[in-house]
């Protein structure tokens, strides 16, 4: 019984971690172009 609890939890944690990196990386995204802006508008 605790190997199947285990697996579901692992079955649904595996993707929520996939999707948080994937919101990281988004996120970065948008913080490099907000930068990017900024020297541009500097200049």
Known sequence: MQVL???AVGGIA?????FVGVLGGLMR???CALQAIK???KE
């Open 5 to 7: 609890i285990a697996q």
């Open 14 to 18: 595996s993707p929520l971690r996939g």
């Open 29 to 31: 995204s948008v913080v």
């Open 39 to 41: 020297d541009t508008k």
